[in-house]
């Protein structure tokens, strides 16, 4: 593997849900590019170990509790943002739910409404949020992932939310031109915490890994690697699309 690159100095990053996991890879590898990263989460000591590891690695960074569905917090992480850098360049919108792995006849309400809040409602306000605050050439990216092309069985809902993530893209990458790229990133399986069951679970993992063309699972790596790319100008006649990011399993055409 060759050094990073660092096409992304001077930018100021906002990352939502960015204390462990992929939010937590794409804040790393987005700083360790020369972005200032600002990283939030519900739990305040969370975000306090996560900005100490950051600085560890020299990376400029920041942290504030944000729950992704308070408008409090929401507006409290935009304008601190501002406050403290001046502006925003790249938002990472990464929170999600599955609060439940029933059927969608039998859902009950509280699980859909969860989805809806979490997934999807909060995804349009965190972009509201930022959107005052975004300049000229900025970048806003959606986490989806490879359920919102196959969303089955314990993931249906949920995939169903993450589809709905991609026409989010579409629409608002029309709404936001030409300042404003969004695109998103469809992982596919990557141990998380959020997925801890293919840590757990050695034939569920090994079943998802033979889905594959490349014959394992991601890593939050791939998928930061992605992020910094489409934060960058590298990307910048790419926008209202979805990358793949899931070793050839099969997604579309
Ligand atoms: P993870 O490792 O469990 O990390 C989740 C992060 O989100 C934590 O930092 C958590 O911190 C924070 N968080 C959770 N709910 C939040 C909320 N309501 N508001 C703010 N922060 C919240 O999860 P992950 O696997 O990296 O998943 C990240 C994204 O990737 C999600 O959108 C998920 O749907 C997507 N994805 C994951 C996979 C996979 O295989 N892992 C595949 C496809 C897509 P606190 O607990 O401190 O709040």
């Keep these: 593997m060759g050094s990073t690159p660092r096409r992304l100095e001077g930018k100021v990053a906002v990352i939502t849900a960015s204390t462990q996991g992929i939010g937590f890879g794409i804040a790393e590898r987005l ?27 020299g990376i400029e960074a920041m942290g504030l509790e944000c729950h992704v569905s308070l408008a ?8 601190s943002t501002v406050e403290k850098y001046g502006h925003i360049d790249i938002v990472v919108s990464n929170a999600a739910a599955n609060p439940s792995i029933d059927p969608i006849v039998s859902m009950s309400e509280k699980a859909l409404d969860k989805l809806w809040e979490v997934n999807l409602k909060a995804s349009v306000q965190v972009v509201q949020a930022a959107a005052p605050h975004l300049s000229e050439n900025s970048s806003v990216m959606f986490i989806s992932s490879i359920a919102a092309y196959d969303p089955t069985s314990s993931l249906a ?16 990458a029309e709404e936001l031109a030409p300042r404003t790229r969004v695109n998103a990133i469809a992982p596919g399986f990557v141990p998380t915490h959020f997925a801890d069951f ?19 699972l991601g890593t939050v790596g791939d998928m930061a690697a992605t992020a910094a790319f489409l934060a960058s100008d590298d990307s910048s006649y790419i926008t209202g699309e979805t990358i793949v990011v899931a070793g050839g399993m099969k997604s579309r055409l």
């Design 31 to 57: 700083g360790l590019e020369g972005a200032s990263v600002v990283i939030s989460s519900r739990k305040q000591k969370n975000v306090d170990e996560a900005v100490m590891k950051l600085k560890s690695k």
């Design 72 to 79: 409090d917090h929401r507006k409290r992480l935009m304008e």
């Design 157 to 172: 809902m949920y995939g169903v939310m993450k589809t709905a993530l991609l026409g989010l893209t579409k629409a608002l």
């Design 198 to 216: 293919l840590v757990r679970n050695e034939e569920a993992r090994t079943e998802i890994e033979s889905r594959t063309l490349l014959r394992r």
